[in-house]
């Protein structure tokens, strides 16, 4: 145990040791500022204990050794004179080792997350404590002691772990009789009492925990034992037997995050596959959606047993759902290595994925004002999935939705965008910005404006990446507006007529080739900083602006990849010019005149930085850039 060092003190059969630095700041957080939410204690381990019993029956299945002729079951006592409250179960149990890892440390179980996660709101932060694996700790917030009697499946020793929560704990071997599974004795404090209630014991567990599907029995101080909770599974009942706050406190329960779900997916499957799905997507984000290892947390059960919750049963695009599946169809010894390559599973799997887009494509058609407010929290979530090699990509598409430069307060989906195409036009326009204002003020859209052609406004930082592995949709190509080779002509008609004109005398001056002399002055001053100069044809504003040719790395896209140090250097990008600028014009106007070659010098390195500056990247030299901007203004008073 790397985390819980043995103090000095030993005997014989009990060592003392120190919680894990982490564990303290958790304790302290219970005992004092999350005081008042003391009925979540009983919740969590009671669900603690239920997880017990559910992994003791898998593990049965592989080895029925480890078995024992007792119903599974949890049992809760209290005790008036000695004022303590009890929590027992007959499941997989704890050795000193788990003992050791599981109440010592918390290390791994995202302690440093939960303590950033909390509110001040004691309602909301309570909700965190299961959601990050920290529910056994609750049990300080109503008791001065705890202590917890365990023996381990399939071992002989029998140990107990007690604490004060006050920095420290001890273990020692115990001759307590338990056949296997795990005691919790909760010595309570004076303004714990409500514990002692039988009636407020029920309360809690009809409020909390009736939904779980393992018996939950009151003994009583005369001996007699009463089931409290239904212990039936809720996903085996029709939708039709189902109050909406059972199946919300089904989701409380499987996902630990507050409120109602955004939707609730409940279905019963039968023919080829049978199985059963009660799926929900939340309303809020959940706190480990950017995770590094981006895992599912849908449990996997097979007729109503408890099988794994590490098996993926969605992508990882979809790791925001929480639930249940159960299915008919997997025998119940099956090994989780099996599982990972199982064509049964893999049908449902994919079953579920088809589900999932359908219900929520349903939502959209139904209510899309709700629904954006899904694609606001989860949104670029679902899109990692366009990434990834998948079958389901029309029907993410479909489902997916954009800001654009018609629309930039309004989310549209692409049957919309698609809607608005110009004369003409056959591609999907799209741009990639840190932001929609910055998007709005690109230069790279003047042209597209200027001719009522709708762009895409991708700000995700995923977009970057799903543009790259998907040419098209509905036979329509996808095309950033940063390329060097559009040419927006023939498309559709230009909204007023100064920008017609513009564009008539843009043509006229490509024709006459009249700007090759000041296309080869801009190179032989920026020289390997651009790769080429070119006349644009989507300019009306600006004078110049960055471009890339087509099949090239997007701008933003090449940052990225240079800050994630992906790649060692960016590539040399082509400068357009726009003819129709009065800079511009001045430029090529002054090209003989050796008065206005250094000015011209210092206005093509000038202009160069500031295309460089609109697009995101990094000038050559702020100091020179910033002399030249002081001589340019010295001038312009001097003029």
């Known amino acids: ?91 997989i149990g704890m050795n000193k080792e788990d003992l050791l890892e599981n109440l010592g440390t918390i290390a791994h179980s995202g302690t440093e997350n939960f303590i950033k996660s909390l509110t001040g709101d004691n309602k909301k932060d309570v909700q965190l404590i299961g959601q990050f694996g920290v529910g056994f700790y609750s049990s300080f917030m109503i008791a001065n002691e705890v202590e917890v009697i365990s023996k381990k499946a399939g071992e002989d020793k029998t140990y107990c772990w007690k604490s004060a929560g006050q920095g420290n704990f001890t273990i020692e071997e115990t001759e307590d009789a338990v056949h296997s599974g795990t005691k919790i004795i909760l010595h309570l404090k004076d303004d714990a009492k409500e514990f002692l209630n039988n009636f407020h014991i029920t309360n809690i567990v009809e409020t909390y925990s009736d939904h779980i599907d393992i018996k939950i029995e009151l003994i009583e101080e005369d001996g007699k034992s009463e089931t409290i909770n239904s212990s039936g599974a809720i996903w085996t009942k029709s939708p039709k037997d189902i109050t909406e706050e059972q199946y919300q406190d089904f989701y409380k329960h499987t996902s630990h995050l507050p409120g109602a779900p955004f939707m609730t997916i409940h279905n019963k499957v039968e023919g080829v596959l049978e199985y059963t799905n009660l799926l929900f997507i939340p309303s809020i984000k959940p706190f480990d959606l950017f995770h590094p290892d981006r895992k599912g947390r849908v449990k996997l059960y097979v007729k109503k047993v408890f099988i794994s919750e590490e098996l993926s049963l969605t992508p990882a695009w979809l790791r925001f759902i929480r639930g249940i599946i159960d299915s008919q169809d997997l025998p119940l010894n099956i090994s989780r290595e099996t599982l990972q390559h199982n064509l049964v599973l893999e049908k449902i799997k994919t079953a579920i994925i088809k589900k999932i887009l359908s219900e929520l494509k349903k939502k959209s058609e139904k209510n899309e004002e709700e629904y954006i407010k899904f694609w606001n929290n989860l949104g670029a979530v ?36 698609l809607e608005n195409l110009q004369e003409g036009q056959d591609k999907i326009y799209y741009i990639t910005a840190e932001s929609i204002e910055k998007a709005k003020t690109s230069p790279q859209l003047e042209g597209f404006l200027s001719k009522g052609i709708e762009v895409l406004f991708l700000t995700d930082a995923v977009d970057e990446f799903w543009v790259t592995v998907n040419s098209s949709y509905q036979e329509k190509d996808f095309q950033s507006v940063t390329r060097a080779d559009i040419d927006l002509e023939k498309i559709g008609k230009t909204q007023d007529k100064t920008a017609e004109n513009d564009a008539e005398e843009n043509t006229k001056d490509v ?89 011209n010098i210092l206005i093509i390195k000038t202009l160069f930085d500031q295309a460089c500056i609109i697009e995101g990247e990094a000038i050559l030299d702020n100091k020179d850039f910033s002399q030249r901007l002081v001589k340019l203004m010295t001038n312009a008073f001097a003029n």
């Open 1 to 91: 145990m790397k985390n819980a060092k043995p103090n000095t003190t030993e005997t014989a059969s009990q060592t003392q040791y120190e919680f894990d630095v982490e564990v303290g700041k958790i304790l302290n957080l219970m005992i004092n500022s999350l005081y008042t939410n003391k009925d979540v204690a009983l919740r969590e381990l009671i669900s603690n204990a239920s997880d017990a019993c559910d992994k003791l029956r898998y593990l049965c299945l592989q080895n029925p050794q480890l078995g024992n002729e007792e119903e599974l079951k949890v049992t809760i006592s209290n005790n008036a004179k000695a004022k303590t409250l009890t929590v027992q179960d007959n499941g």
């Open 382 to 417: 679902v899109k990692e999935g366009l990434c990834e090699p998948t079958n389901f990509k029309d029907q993410i598409f479909e489902i997916s939705r954009f800001y654009t430069s018609k629309s930039p307060e309004k989310l549209v989906s692409l049957k919309e965008y």
């Open 511 to 599: 024709t006459n080739n009249q700007f090759d002399d000041l296309k080869k002055l801009i190179k032989e001053v920026l020289q390997d900083n651009v790769k080429d100069i070119r006349i644009s044809k989507k300019l009306t504003d600006s004078p110049v602006c960055l471009a890339v040719e087509s099949g090239a790395m997007d701008i933003r896209m090449e940052r990225y990849l240079l800050e994630q140090k992906q790649i060692l250097s960016g590539s040399s990008k082509i400068l357009e010019i726009n003819p129709n600028h009065n800079i511009i014009k001045n430029l090529n106007e002054n090209l003989k005149n050796e008065a206005k070659k250094a000015d």
